[in-house]
């Protein structure tokens, strides 16, 4: 992404320019899963299923140690969560997601019948094995089956895995950030 105009503008008010992130999007009408994704899950020994409320407690642990600044995301508990786990039962992965009629700021944008993904993550021991791409498109037949149509990925930098599993880019952001006080604006 080139530095337009208002990139000039934040900063000269004392912003520091940083690294680009993306939402990205796909309509899960007709939506079908990359060739050999379940497949490819199973041959590195993964099971991917909704979590039931009795594994809230293994999921927190999970991200806690994992990734912790996702924890406060997976706390309240009703929250719809798919946990990819190994032979031995370990947890190997986890992901948020929600629809039809997700609660967004986008929603007049995407439609009343949106959905989204979200807090995609698998412990770095298992990552690189299919395991990330089969737990987005397991949740995004889940969300169609349901009734979903767009569905929603925000703020990631890791758009050839999106779109590996079938997901297309929608907004780009340039992200800013500001560590000292300048004047006339609000520290
Ligand atoms: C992003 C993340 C979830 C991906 O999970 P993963 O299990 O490693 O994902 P996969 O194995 O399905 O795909 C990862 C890599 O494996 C390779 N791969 C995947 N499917 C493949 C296939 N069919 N054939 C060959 N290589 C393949 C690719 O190199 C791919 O990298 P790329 O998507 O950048 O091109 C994981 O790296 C992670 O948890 N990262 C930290 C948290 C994070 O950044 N989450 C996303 C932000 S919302």
Redesign the pocket.
Known sequence: MTCPQRCVFFAALGWDSGHDTLDLVADLGDYRPPA?ASE?ATQAGVTITRAIRAESGAVLAFESST?PSWARWFEPGDQNILVARDGEGAIA?TLLFEGPGTDSVFLPLLGPAAGTI?????APHR???????AMVARASEILRDAGTRTCHIGW?V?E??YA?AGYRPWRRYRMFRRTTGHPGTTP
């Open positions: 050999g490819r990734f992965g979200g807090c995609v993550g698998v990552q690189s094995q299919g395991i990330g791409t990631t890791r050839s895995f590996r």
